[in-house]
């Protein structure tokens, strides 16, 4: 929710319109919106949910397989951020969309996240609800495996410090 309004001026910058130049000015122009605040926690919560869920799964899975840590976390992150982005990157593409609704070159407005959805699905089907997956995963997995392995080892060195 913090991060949300934040979210909104990216959006509004990167449409090209001129009423959407500066950081200020936008969000001055956006203060009282809310659009798309269910779409973004919709997609955001599941995301986080899904994500912690496989990356425990598989790198206990790992571990007690003879892996050495590291590796295991490393497989278990990569795995966790791919089921997530696989599960919730429709909901991502609803939060962007709806985050743009009447704006921009088309001018559609979305009434919620369903509606948004199902527009995307009768228009362009399944590769709509994907369009960017592969770059997102290509972002993300790098990011949540380094993520992954920095609370790892702040556990296993603030483990060492407290229970000396």
Sequence with gaps: IMVYPGEVIRLRLMSGE???RTIGGTARLIWNETRGLGASLAQRV???LINFAVYETVKY???DEGFNDVIATM???SAGAIASISAVFPLDIAKRRIGMSG???SGTVYTSVAHC???IWRQEGIRGWYAGATLEAARCVPQVVLMWLCIEQTQKLLGAVFHQ
Excluded: E, N, S, Y
């Design 18 to 20: 001129d009423r959407f």
């Design 117 to 119: 959805l199902g527009t």
């Design 61 to 63: 899975w790992f571990v």
């Design 103 to 105: 704006q921009g070159k």
């Design 75 to 77: 497989v278990g992150a």
């Design 46 to 48: 599941p995301d986080i």
